[in-house]
């Protein structure tokens, strides 16, 4: 089993930045990957940027750039950084983690983007 605990939703303007943080109940290492997803209303949830055990990373091309995912192994928490917000982004966003083939998700964070 992995819990899993999101923090860092908010409502910003265009242009500016947030970063959401997601804390797993055991060492990450232990954990196939993690990431984060978001779903808009009306709209399939989809991928916004993953990290593997062993730390490789993968975003979508939408966030390419933009958006940055990291982890503290400390801390079992990884992150995502968003620069250069865009109405577009917002979403609901899900952290997910992998282990063992079971999937696992958090209870998601708003992010609100206006223009």
């Known amino acids: 089993q992995v819990q899993l605990l999101e923090s860092g939703g908010g409502s910003v303007q265009a242009g500016e930045s947030l970063r959401l943080s997601c804390a797993a109940s055991?060492?990450?290492?232990?954990?196939?990957?993690m990431g984060w997803y978001r779903q808009a209303p009306g709209k399939q949830r989809e991928l916004v940027a993953t990290?593997?055990?062993?730390?490789?990373?993968n975003y979508a091309d939408s966030v390419k750039g933009r958006f940055t995912i990291s982890r503290d192994v400390a801390k079992n928490t990884v992150y995502l950084q968003m620069n250069s917000l865009k109405p577009e982004d917002t979403a609901v966003y899900y952290c997910?983690?992998?282990?063992?083939?079971?999937?696992?998700w958090g209870q998601g964070t708003q992010v609100t983007v206006s223009s």
């Open positions: 997910n983690a992998v282990r063992l083939d079971e999937w696992y």
């Open positions: 055991r060492s990450i290492f232990s954990i196939n990957a």
């Open positions: 990290i593997t055990s062993g730390g490789s990373r």
